[in-house]
Nanobody, 115 residues
Framework: QVQVVESGGGLVQPGGSLRLSCVTSSSTVRIYCMGWYRQPPGNERDFVAV???????NYADSVKGRFTLSRDSAGNTLYLQMNSLKPEDTATYYC?????????WGQGTQVTVSS
């Protein structure tokens, strides 16, 4: 069973920054891609960003230029650097890992942007 654990959420003021982390227990050679979705209160889960095994990235239009994905040298920790945060970024952020075509999800980490 692949484990996915997120951390780094919290309360931040508008314009502030947070960095989310996602650690997976999967062997990196089996990872097709890793990324993030988010679910605002009362809304559906939406795509945020993805990093493929070939290191290409894709971002939702709403976060382009503000959020940046990166991965550690071992390849099993994914970071989401979030800058210039807005109240509409408030959501539970979920990390996912695609391992050989199977999706695994973390438990989510709450991000609240408020003054």
């Amino acid at each position: 069973q692949v484990q996915v654990v997120e951390s780094g959420g919290g309360l931040v003021q508008p314009g502030g920054s947070l960095r989310l982390s996602c650690v997976t227990s999967s062997s990196t050679v089996r990872i097709y891609c890793m990324g993030w979705y988010r679910q605002p209160p009362g809304n559906e889960r939406d795509f945020v960003a993805v990093l493929t095994a070939s290191s290409s990235t894709n971002y939702a239009d709403s976060v382009k230029g503000r959020f940046t994905l990166s991965r550690d040298s071992a390849g099993n920790t994914l970071y989401l650097q979030m800058n210039s945060l807005k109240p509409e970024d408030t959501a539970t952020y979920y990390c996912f890992v695609n391992v050989n075509g199977h999706l695994y999800w973390g438990q989510g980490t709450q991000v609240t942007v408020s003054s």
